[in-house]
């Protein structure tokens, strides 16, 4: 009985560590950004830079495995991390042309969209485009554009993925955008100048135009005089009449601007709107002042409520 007794729980003992299965290694909690890796037949720049934009969301948002989702991780992606890979996308998208940086916004949508739909509970879809919106749309963005921004907001204002009450801002946002794109005509406008003149946007001719909606009190308005009168290139441009600079006040408090309104440079175009038609949004939308286009000989948009810096850049090559 001894014996057998012995045998019995050598027998369970086997059976027992024979059924324990080998631990298996924890899953990681984050992961690095999966970044695409351009084929190495492609060695053009430009043709390696619209590649990567169309193809730059691929391995994020892979239909088949969710990664941790929670509320500093998006896919595995903890959130600085994929904020940082926004503001990469937004500045390749600033190296392209305008249509292939438009295409790169449909395809952003198109992946998002899909892989919501094959892992409704994770949080790419809300969280992803929320940071699309604020680089490309926030008016204290260094990176917006209103123009790439408008593929990608078209389709947030009608997706079946998008809440009703989240519907409508999207598709004021989409009017927004809407509003004299780049490479359409500008709105044509009155105002009146500093000697209480009436005149209108399409009737100062110059081969190139950069239309200001500022403020006298505004900090970064000043800078932008500074900026200007510090560039020997710029001023060249406005001395010998290639440009002209317009700067339209168009906030209700009129007497501010006309105490103030020789604080601006003599050589630019100043005024103010006296019927404050640009504030009501339907000619053009400025949501933060400064903002700067530049229009050509043909008052066509070249550049939309551009970032200063840009702006300046662009002049100084010209």
């Given at each position: ?112 969209e899909a892989f919501q739909k094959a892992q409704p ?198």
């Amino acid at each position: 009985m001894n014996r057998r007794l012995g045998i019995l729980l050598l027998v369970c003992v086997a059976l027992s560590c024979g059924t324990r299965k080998k631990a298996a290694p924890a899953a990681p909690a984050t992961r690095e950004f999966p970044m695409a890796e351009v084929p190495v037949m492609i060695t053009e720049p430009h043709e390696r830079a619209t590649w990567i934009a169309q193809h730059f969301w691929d391995r994020f948002t892979q239909p088949d495995k969710l990664y941790l989702c929670d509320s500093v991780t998006v896919n595995g992606v903890p959130d600085e991390k994929l904020e940082q890979q926004v503001g990469l996308f937004a500045s390749i998208l600033q190296q392209l042309q305008l249509p292939d940086g438009q295409a790169a916004m449909e395809t952003v949508y198109n992946r998002l969209e899909a892989f919501q739909k094959a892992q409704p509970e994770g949080n790419v879809f809300a969280r992803t485009s929320a940071l699309l919106s604020r680089y490309f749309y926030d008016p204290n963005s260094p990176v917006r554009s209103e123009d790439l921004y408008l593929p990608f907001v078209s389709r947030m204002a009608s997706s079946e993925l998008v809440p009703d009450e989240e519907k409508s801002q999207y598709a004021w946002e989409k009017q927004v955008c809407s509003l004299n794109r780049t490479g359409t005509p500008a709105a044509d406008f009155r105002f009146v100048d500093t000697a209480g003149r009436t005149r209108t946007l399409y009737g100062i001719q110059a081969e190139w135009l950069l239309l200001i909606f500022g403020n006298p009190d505004c900090k970064a308005c000043r800078e932008i005089m500074e900026d200007m009168g510090a560039s020997v290139q710029i001023s060249n441009l406005i001395n010998s009449g290639r440009l002209k600079v317009v700067d339209v006040y168009i906030d209700e408090d009129i007497d501010l601007w006309k105490e103030r309104r020789d604080s601006y440079p003599s050589a630019w175009i100043n005024g103010y709107d006296p019927t404050f038609t640009i504030r009501t949004d339907r000619i053009y939308a400025v949501r933060a002042v400064p903002s700067l286009y530049l229009l050509d000989k043909d008052k066509t948009v070249v550049l939309k409520d551009a970032p200063a810096q840009w702006a300046l850049e662009i002049l100084e090559t010209l």
